[in-house]
Every structure is written in structure tokens, then in C-alpha cells.
């Protein structure tokens, strides 16, 4: 953070220093309404001589600061590359501001505690008009003063709505994000939350996560909403290269987005694709990983015709060599094109992606034997994956999406679209450690997959009065489908273990075929109404959406049963401000997941169980002081699911997660900033079938999940940050019988960036060490009970030029 500030005696302000995480942010939130007062207008500033020369914007406007005696703090990556005509002469201190600023598309505000601070003017996307018939689509949220963390996010089929007036528990993180955390995949960047936990193996060919206690991305359908929509993002692995923002929503979510293909039920991630900005972009940005993957990112962006309303954005990367794992390789390479209409009434885009990512020896997770206690974790770089490996993914997506404004009050709306995925891959299936001493079993196989989805929907939103009540109603209908293939042929197994790993001859193994193993068809009907009193400081949504499930499963030997279903979930939600800086929400929501069909092993084979309804209750408190955001949060959710006991599947287990999340991000003190939260979980299985398990902790569900991440501009060099971060997990089990868990684990990240010119040019320069101190942990474990390894300590190197 940049600061200048008067050469005089200016406000005192303490930070107190205590032992616990929340301690320090409500103490420092204390020292930051010490610093309240109201700001003198620029304006009421008498005119002065100035001589400031031509160059860098952010030199110029801290002279500037000094020379009229206003205390200006600023985020550097705001300036990065912005260039200022200087100033020479007596002026008005508000003229002098504006020559000073010219068309950079810069602004400076006033924050509520007599400081100023810069912020961008709408450049992420041209300026929409919001009237009655509610948010656009188009009209992104805005961010804080870091640009790092957005104000908002999309909720499903409610549009984008500010952080303060959702009845939910939201995080949203921006490219400015992406970029300073060299976060590759989304992967990558949502280890920052604590809600979040990545289950996916590092190293490996697919990306997974428990939210709030719940997996998310673990079967073959991709979960990730795509601009709002399920269906279209990739199916094992989402790039960050195209996207603006990834936003969570915690919690289940299948009035505003849905049934989520896979059935998850703990969160929804949404990624924003690109847009093209007001202002021209040519961005290219190299990077470098441990061992020797080398890489480089294209972004292009530019307007065109009258009033600059059509638009396009290109994205393109390529990344190659060898990773910091032991006989892997990985080649990407993504190429995404965004065009896009801004009308005055009709708005219209097109999302075009195309990715592939291909590994020599990817890493596979492990699991456990039964009785045997989980040896100690080796190191990340030690890999039992053989050098013959391979795994090819293949995906390509697309989506159009429009509104059109009918009145000022009513605006219709679409979306269609869809992806296709391929994955080839010969490798040793998922290994078993099946002593103490490491030693692993597995069956090699080659493997095929194919998916191909397909999503439409329509719909109206409104804006009326009815007295003293505003309404934003939206009604959709929706459709998803998706059609599965697959095949595999194993082989003989092959033996090694965790920590000398053991080299084995390739098998002689033929391509299988990949004949249809499965299609499915969502389709549904929703209607929602936000009623808002007060001058919006009282708002309630009330929802209901009716989904129909319908699933028909193929097996060349038998025949299996079909599937059809129909279930309505609700949504109630209700936002309360009573003072200006702080909102109460409640919500009651319901998440909708298939239900099962009993197997042939029990004595009711193939009998058809209902969609399986999970429940959540959630209160909390939002804070939002210019500076400062925090949301504290407390929720249940209960989710039912099927079981075999004694030779009879039914619906008998249940399992609930309690929990409390504090999530906060913003600055603590002048030019430094903190990211992080704590999530507390009571997971319990509170109905089963094994009577012993009942009470037990749920797989995967670890009791403390904290993060932390800070950065600090140095006030000794201009353009330079300093960053570090640190994960905490506690213990997760890895059976239901609780006999089996992983240790608790921590890995810290530091890191720096440099913001410069060179050649003119704008220029940053990124280093971070993950896992610097080199610890071998058990990362996480997916539902199914096979756990990770932890990442080895990688060095990740990059620079941005903008031409």
C-alpha cells in the first residue's frame, strides 16, 4: 500500500497485539474508527503553486497528497502502469486532481476517516444503467480498496447482489487476486478460504473440495457454475487464465442455481469468465515453477464501434516441463475468446474455451488397508505414480447468454450452452498403502471417458411497488443434461511404496471401449421475489424451485433401472441493517441430490429411492468498513443418504455438520493487509445403520480449518510488497468407524512482488515459496476415504508486462 501523508504530527493509532486471530481484527477495527473523522472537501482547499513532473501516476498524486496536507493510501497494483502529465502552475486543488488524474481512469474518494484512497471507475465492463427490475448480469459488484476481493457475487438466478444484502455467506476473489498468488487453478486460489479444503491430489489430474464439511468435484460431472450456470465448465479442472472472478456461496443451493449435476450440497463455485474492458489491454505474463515448468499468458483486450459497444477478449497460455514431483511432466494449454454486445436495452455474450492438460506420471491419492494405522506422510516430491503414466484431458466449452430490457422494470433473459470432456489415461489406479511400513498395491489400468453436457434456460426479472414495498421478482425455467461414457481394462497389480518408490514394467494393455454407461435430464421451474422496506435496510427473498430428476443407467450385460423424480425446495432468507455499516441475515435453504437405487446385492435390488433433500439453517453478521469486511456466520446442514444393513438398502443414515465461520479481509493498518478466517466443525453422523458409527465423525471432516494471509507494502521502497500465508488443518478421519485419520497439519507461503516501469513499460515481478519450510503432510481426504499428499515446497516465479 502506498501512503503519503502530511510532514506533520498526524493521528496516533495502536495496533494490540493478542494471542488470538479474532482478537487482533476487532482490536485493529477498534483503531480504525479511533481514526473517524469527517474529510475536509478538496474543494475547501485553497489554491497552490505546484510543480510535479511528468511520470508514474503514483509518485505524482503522493507529491500531490503532501503538497495539500491529505493523508492518501493506495493499493499500487491500481497505478501499476498508469502515467501522469504532471502538474506546473496555481490551481484549485480539485483541478489540479483532475489534470493530474487526466483519462487514466482513476478517481480518488474520501474514506470515512478524513483519509482518501483511489479506486478504479468502471473498468471492468462498460457502465450499466440498474433500475428496478434489479442487478444485471453485466454489472459486476465492486471491489474493496485492494482490488483483490469483490463486494459481491452472482447468486444464481437472483443476479449479482452486494455482500451486504445477500442472506448468505459470500466470498468473492478477483483477477487482482489471481494474479498477485500466481494462482494457476481454482484449485490454487480457494486454499485462501477457510471454508474450503482442496481434496484433489497434487500433482493430479482432477480438482476437488469439501465446503463447509461437503465434497464438491469429486465424480465425473464438473460441479463449477460457469457465469451463473451449470454444464459448461470444465469437467475435472478449471484454469484461472479466463476467469475475472471465482465467487462462493457456502452452503446448499439448489432454489438459486439448481440441483448441482454431482449432488454436492456444501457451496457453489461460480467462475466469471472475462469480459472485454472500456480500456485497450495487451498483458503478458511468464512463468516459472519448480522443477522446470515454464509458461507464459496472453490477455488481449478491445472495444470497437459506435460508442465502443462490441467487445472481445482473448485468453491464451501455454505451460510445459517438469514439476516438482518425482517423474512427472505437465503440458497445458488454454485458449478462451469472450465477445460480447453492450447496448443500451440488450446485452448480449459469447464464451468460447478450449483446454488441455496432459501429465507423464500424474499422482494418484492413496488409501488405507483395513486395521492398518496410516504411516506418516512422505515427501510431496516422492511419487509411487510409474514414469510410464499418462493422462490426457481434452474439454471444450461454450455459452451464450442475453437480456433485454422490455421497460425499466422487466428484463428478459437466457442462456445456452454446454462442453464436452475426453480423458485418456494409463497409469496405476488409486494405490493402497497396505502396512505401516508404506508399502503400496495397485491395479494399472487404461482408462477412457467421455461427457457431453448441455444447459439452457430462460427467464423474466421485475421490478414493481406494492405501497411502501419494493419486489425483485425473477422467474426461470431451466434445463440440464449430460450423457457419460467410459471404459477400463486392468491390469496385474503392481507393488511399491510411499517412501522407495519402485519402478515396474509397463502392462501390455489394450484401448477399451467407452460405451455409455449413463444419461441424465434436470429440468425445473423457479420463482423468487426479494421484498425489500426501509430504503432497502429490511429485505426477505422468498423462492421455490421444482426440479424434476430424471436418469437412465446402461449395462450391455443387464438391464438397469430408470429414474425419474421430482422434488420442490425452498429458500427463505431475510437481511436486516440497523446500522449503516452492519448487516444480520438468516437464511433456511435446501440442497437437492439424486437418489439412490438400491444395488443388486441387497434383497430390494434396483428399487428407486426419492431425491435425497439436505437441509440448512445459517445466521450471521456482516461488517463493512471501507477498509474492513468480516462476516461471522453459524450454520447446520443435515444430509440424508442411503445405506445397505443387513441385506436392505434404504434411506437410514444422516449426517450433520454444525459449524461457525469467521471470515475477515481488508486492511489492518495502513499498508497492511490480512485475507483469512476460521472455520469451526461439528461434523456428526447422527443416523446409520452401524450402530457403532453412530455419533461418529464424518469422513473428511476435520474440527479447526484456519487460514491467514498478509501482505505489507514497504514503506522504504515504492512498488514493493511483502506477503506471506499460512493453512491449518486439524485431524480428519478417513472411516467412518474412526479408527483411521490423518495428523493435523500447517504449511506456510512468503512471498514478494515488485510493481515497476521498464522501458516504459508497467512491469510486476512475482516470487512466492509454498511450503516453505518443506513439511510432508496428509493434505485432505475425499469422501470415499482415499487421502493426499501435501505439496513439496515449490518456487513460483512470474512477471507482467503490459504493452
Same mark, same amino acid.
Do not use: C
Given at each position: ?16 497485539? +493478542? ?108 457502465? %450499466? ?5 434489479? +442487478? ?9 480498496? $485492494? ?27 478477483? =483477477? ?28 493430479? %489430474?482432477?480438482? =476437488? ?8 468435484? /469429486? ?15 470444465? @469437467? ?10 471465482? /465467487? ?41 515453477? &519448480? ?33 516438482? %514431483?518425482?517423474?512427472?511432466?505437465? @503440458? ?5 475468446? $469472450? ?5 443500451? +436495452?440488450?446485452? &448480449? ?80 489406479? &488409486?494405490?493402497?498403502? %497396505? ?34 414495498? =419494493? ?9 440440464? +443434461? ?28 489394450? /484401448? ?93 435390488? /434396483? ?20 477498509? #474492513? ?16 444393513? @443387513? ?90 468407524? @474412526? ?25 510486476? #515481478? ?38
Amino acid at each position: 500500500m502506498l501512503v503519503a501523508r502530511p510532514l506533520r504530527p498526524d493521528r496516533p493509532s495502536k495496533l494490540v497485539i +493478542r494471542s488470538v486471530l479474532l482478537s487482533l481484527a476487532l482490536s485493529t477495527v477498534t483503531g480504525a474508527f479511533a481514526w473517524a473523522a469527517v474529510p475536509a472537501p478538496l474543494a475547501a482547499i485553497a489554491p497552490r503553486a505546484y510543480d510535479i513532473a511528468p511520470g508514474p501516476l503514483g509518485p505524482a498524486l503522493s507529491s500531490f497528497a503532501i503538497a495539500v496536507g491529505i493523508a492518501l493510501s493506495f493499493q499500487p497494483s491500481i497505478t501499476e502502469g498508469l502515467v501522469s502529465p504532471g502538474l506546473s502552475g496555481t490551481y484549485p486543488t480539485a483541478q489540479a486532481l483532475t489534470r493530474l488524474l487526466g483519462d487514466s481512469g482513476v478517481e480518488m474518494i474520501a474514506r470515512d476517516d478524513g483519509s482518501y484512497t483511489l479506486v478504479l471507475r468502471q473498468v471492468s465492463l462498460p457502465e %450499466i444503467n440498474v433500475d428496478a427490475a434489479g +442487478r444485471r448480469s453485466t454489472d459486476l459488484p465492486s471491489t474493496d480498496s $485492494s482490488g483483490q476481493v469483490a463486494r459481491g457475487a452472482r447468486l444464481g438466478l437472483l443476479g449479482n447482489d452486494e455482500v451486504m444484502d445477500a442472506p448468505f455467506s459470500v466470498s468473492s476473489y478477483t =483477477s487482482t487476486m489471481i494474479k498477485d498468488q500466481q494462482a494457476v487453478t481454482v484449485g490454487d486460489l480457494l486454499e485462501r478460504d477457510s471454508s474450503v479444503r482442496a481434496t484433489g491430489q497434487t500433482g493430479g %489430474i482432477v480438482d =476437488s473440495f469439501f465446503i463447509r464439511g461437503f465434497p464438491l468435484g /469429486e465424480g465425473n460431472l464438473g460441479e463449477l457454475a460457469f457465469d451463473g450456470v451449470y454444464g459448461v465448465a470444465s @469437467n475435472y479442472r478449471v484454469f484461472t487464465d479466463y476467469a475475472e472472478r471465482i /465467487e462462493l456461496v457456502k452452503g446448499p443451493a439448489a432454489l438459486l442455481y439448481g440441483m448441482s449435476p454431482n449432488s454436492a450440497v456444501g457451496g457453489v463455485i461460480n467462475v466469471v469468465p472475462k469480459r472485454a474492458l472500456d480500456e485497450d489491454l495487451t498483458r503478458f505474463t511468464s512463468r516459472y515453477a &519448480t522443477d522446470s515448468q515454464l509458461g507464459g499468458h496472453l490477455d488481449v483486450s478491445r472495444r470497437f464501434g459506435e460508442e465502443r459497444r462490441f467487445g472481445i477478449r482473448f485468453n491464451g497460455s501455454l505451460q510445459q516441463g517438469d514439476t516438482t %514431483i518425482d517423474k512427472q511432466s505437465r @503440458n497445458v494449454g488454454t485458449g478462451a475468446i $469472450s465477445l460480447d454486445y453492450q447496448g443500451d +436495452r440488450l446485452r &448480449t455474450s459469447l464464451d468460447l474455451i478450449n483446454q488441455e492438460e496432459a501429465f507423464d506420471a500424474a499422482s494418484r491419492p492413496f488409501r488405507i488397508a483395513p486395521g492398518v494405522q496410516i504411516p506418516s506422510a512422505a515427501n510431496g516430491r516422492t511419487s509411487v505414480s510409474q514414469d510410464w503414466g499418462r493422462s490426457q484431458a481434452r474439454d471444450k466449452s461454450a455459452l451464450l447468454s442475453g437480456e433485454y430490457d422490455l421497460s425499466d422494470q422487466l428484463t428478459v433473459f437466457a442462456h445456452a450452452g454446454g462442453g464436452k470432456s475426453e480423458v485418456e489415461r494409463m497409469s496405476d489406479q &488409486t494405490p493402497t498403502i %497396505i502396512n505401516a511400513a508404506g508399502d503400496t498395491s495397485s491395479d494399472p489400468g487404461y482408462y477412457q471417458f467421455k461427457v457431453q453436457r448441455y444447459t439452457v434456460d430462460a427467464g423474466a426479472r421485475l421490478g414493481f411497488d406494492t405501497g411502501p414495498v =419494493s419486489h425483485r421478482a425473477v422467474l426461470q425455467v431451466s434445463r440440464y +443434461r449430460d450423457e457419460l461414457s467410459r471404459g477400463i481394462i486392468s491390469g496385474p497389480a503392481v507393488l511399491s511404496n510411499i517412501y522407495h518408490p519402485i519402478d515396474q514394467p509397463r502392462p501390455n494393455l489394450a /484401448e477399451p471401449n467407452t460405451p455409455k454407461v449413463s444419461e441424465s435430464e434436470l429440468s425445473g421451474v423457479a420463482l423468487a421475489d426479494t421484498l425489500s422496506v426501509l430504503d432497502e435496510r429490511l429485505q426477505v427473498t422468498l423462492g421455490l424451485r421444482r426440479q424434476n430428476i430424471q436418469s437412465d443407467n446402461y449395462n450391455l450385460a443387464v438391464t438397469t433401472p430408470s429414474y425419474d423424480k421430482s422434488k420442490t425446495t425452498p429458500l427463505f432468507g431475510i437481511v436486516a441493517k440497523p446500522w449503516e455499516h452492519v448487516a444480520l441475515y438468516y437464511n433456511y435453504i435446501e440442497g437437492l441430490s439424486k437418489g439412490d437405487i438400491a444395488p443388486s446385492a441387497a434383497t430390494n435390488a /434396483e428399487e428407486v429411492f426419492s431425491p435425497y433433500i439436505s437441509r440448512q439453517q445459517e445466521i450471521g453478521v456482516k461488517l463493512d468498513y471501507d477498509r #474492513f469486511m468480516a462476516t461471522l456466520a453459524l450454520f447446520q446442514i443435515k444430509k440424508p443418504s442411503g445405506e445397505l444393513s @443387513n441385506g436392505v438398502f434404504s434411506v437410514q443414515a444422516q449426517q450433520r455438520n454444525r459449524g461457525m465461520e469467521l471470515n475477515l479481509s481488508g486492511e489492518i493498518a495502513r499498508g497492511t493487509r490480512l485475507l483469512g478466517g476460521v472455520t469451526l466443525l461439528d461434523g456428526e453422523l447422527t443416523r446409520t445403520g452401524v450402530a457403532a458409527n453412530r455419533g461418529n465423525t464424518p469422513v473428511g471432516v476435520p474440527k479447526v480449518q484456519a487460514n491467514l494471509w498478509a501482505e505489507w507494502d514497504t514503506p522504504g521502497i515504492d512498488g514493493l510488497t511483502l506477503t506471506s500465508g499460512a493453512i491449518y488443518t486439524a485431524r480428519q478421519y478417513v472411516d467412518q468407524a @474412526n479408527t483411521q485419520a490423518l495428523d493435523a497439519w500447517t504449511r506456510f507461503d512468503v512471498g514478494a512482488r515488485y510493481a515497476t516501469r521498464i522501458a516504459e513499460r508497467p512491469t510486476t #515481478f512475482r516470487a512466492t515459496v509454498q511450503n516453505v519450510l518443506d513439511r510432508a503432510y496428509w493434505s485432505g481426504v475425499a469422501s470415499y476415504g482415499a487421502f493426499s499428499q501435501g505439496a513439496p515446497r515449490t518456487l513460483l516465479l512470474s512477471a507482467t508486462v503490459d504493452f
